[in-house]
């Protein structure tokens, strides 16, 4: 089985840059250190075609083991994202028991009316089980669907995070594909990112189930800094690591013709 | 003619969530004050099929006026993204007479020699123009396909900032939707977003061209606090912000039942 995953972050101000889209990135890295493959991220405005158009389109041709999505769950006339994902799973949006229950109970102990903007966030695509969201109200939702499980989550990052280390990454630690992420990160003076290259791709080529990038820091043509970052998984931790450390060590030793300083900046299994 | 606009950041570092998004946040803001519509951001690893086939996708189901990609211009291996994006637009890729002479300038003028990996940065989509970096090497790309300008800019931010704005904005600008864009937050205290969910809709209905977005920021069941963004644009910059004050007027009256605090964050016109 492949382990691959796609996210979805819904929001007109994430698109119009108003907001930076922090929730992309603590999702895609939460996911990479559970071992997923995550391919790409999609952020769109808040528009039912657009986004159900997306993610059907994702759903059909990348067949992901897991589409995570953010946004649209909340009260107003633009929060459609579970609008949009049944309608690319081509599902009813019904309104949920368990998720009615629990967001009435939080309305009638602050004496607050159950005004159609509130029963709306109990309305959840046809089979999907609801997601307790502890600090907010909107609750989120897990459907499972083919070989795909589609987890959609609030976008108020408090509300989002909370729900993900509660909820939705104990299940998918349990399905997941029990992998182990070791990192390094290389910071590396007086080499050129370009005569850098041609060792990165000899070491990706020589060593299976690695990923390793460059980041250039400094100035190419003048005082060239390079963060390598080298990332490799296994089902064994000591393995994951092993292997890290084999290929930190091969780019350190072709660094030789060079008048490179080399430091160690992080080493890291999960 | 319709200004719609398409973000692609690649980069695996941005899918795995290593790195937070920021050249998203910014390319869409300057495209949103450029009066573009901003629809969509696409994130994914650097893979020269994917990144094709959701280019082309875009390109052909979208018919964006302007699609920006950054990264994948450096040296190596993984550096792909013109690549892509001539296969997306079915062209072939090939050694930019303009773009060598300025990589090899650079190179020549530092006495380093001049490698595959850095003759590679030359390699542009044929017809592109290339864009002059001032701040690294890789220059960016700049296509006129059909109706579609495509600008490839690096994923460094600083090199990508400065030929945003000293080359690639002024070009936008002139061929651009010239519309002026009036901004207006207003932090209402006091008022669940659930309550104020039927306003917002009726001046979506009511006022045309029209933006309007709440943001929750206290707690819906304790203390609500809800930013509310509106923005308006119009060919006239007098007539966008008239628009966006009514708006403003509009709901701040409509919340005379509830014991609201309002203040005015902030009020802008570009």
């Given at each position: 089985?492949?382990?691959?995953?796609?996210?979805?972050?819904?929001?007109?101000?994430?698109?119009?840059?108003?907001?930076?889209?922090?929730?992309?990135?603590?999702?895609?890295?939460?996911?990479?250190?559970?071992?997923?493959?995550?391919?790409?991220?999609?952020?769109?405005?808040?528009?039912?075609e657009?986004?159900?158009?997306?993610?059907?389109?994702?759903?059909?041709?990348?067949?992901?083991?897991?589409?995570?999505?953010?946004?649209?769950?909340?009260?107003?006339?633009?929060?459609?994202?579970?609008?949009?994902?049944?309608?690319?799973?081509?599902?009813?949006?019904?309104?949920?028991?368990?998720?009615?229950?629990?967001?009435?109970?939080?309305?009638?102990?602050?004496?607050?009316?159950?005004?159609?903007?509130?029963?709306?966030?109990?309305?959840l695509?046809?089979?999907?089980?609801?997601?307790?969201?502890?600090?907010?109200?909107?609750?989120?939702?897990?459907?499972?669907?083919?070989?795909?499980?589609?987890?959609?989550?609030?976008?108020?990052?408090?509300?989002?995070?909370?729900?993900?280390?509660?909820?939705?990454?104990?299940?998918?630690?349990?399905?997941?594909?029990?992998?182990?992420?070791?990192?390094?990160?290389?910071?590396?003076?007086g080499?050129?990112?370009a005569?850098?290259a041609?060792?990165?791709?000899?070491?990706?080529?020589?060593?299976?189930?690695v990923?390793?990038?460059?980041?250039?820091?400094?100035?190419?043509?003048?005082?060239?800094?390079?963060?390598?970052?080298?990332?490799?998984?296994?089902?064994?931790?000591?393995?994951?690591?092993?292997?890290?450390?084999?290929?930190?060590?091969?780019?350190?030793?072709?660094?030789?013709?060079?008048?490179?300083?080399?430091?160690?900046?992080?080493?890291?299994?999960?």
């Amino acid at each position: 089985m492949s382990y691959t995953a796609w996210v979805f972050t819904i929001g007109t101000e994430l698109v119009q840059g108003r907001v930076v889209n922090t929730n992309a990135a603590y999702i895609g890295r939460r996911l990479t250190l559970l071992g997923f493959n995550v391919i790409g991220v999609i952020t769109l405005v808040d528009d039912v075609e657009t986004v159900s158009r997306y993610l059907s389109n994702v759903l059909i041709h990348e067949r992901p083991r897991v589409v995570v999505t953010t946004g649209g769950l909340g009260p107003t006339y633009d929060d459609r994202t579970l609008e949009a994902v049944a309608k690319a799973l081509s599902r009813r949006l019904v309104l949920n028991e368990e998720a009615f229950k629990t967001v009435k109970e939080k309305y009638d102990k602050k004496g607050l009316p159950l005004t159609p903007e509130r029963v709306k966030m109990a309305y959840l695509p046809e089979g999907a089980e609801p997601i307790p969201n502890p600090v907010g109200t909107a609750p989120g939702s897990w459907i499972e669907h083919g070989n795909t499980i589609i987890v959609s989550l609030p976008g108020v990052p408090s509300e989002m995070m909370s729900m993900w280390e509660g909820w939705v990454e104990p299940r998918l630690k349990s399905i997941g594909p029990r992998l182990h992420i070791a990192e390094i990160t290389i910071k590396i003076v007086g080499v050129p990112e370009a005569s850098l290259a041609p060792f990165i791709e000899k070491a990706v080529k020589k060593f299976a189930r690695v990923y390793i990038k460059s980041h250039p820091k400094g100035e190419e043509l003048g005082k060239p800094v390079v963060e390598l970052y080298i990332m490799a998984s296994d089902e064994s931790s000591e393995k994951a690591i092993s292997i890290a450390e084999d290929v930190a060590k091969f780019i350190v030793d072709s660094l030789h013709p060079y008048p490179a300083s080399v430091e160690r900046l992080e080493t890291r299994v999960s």
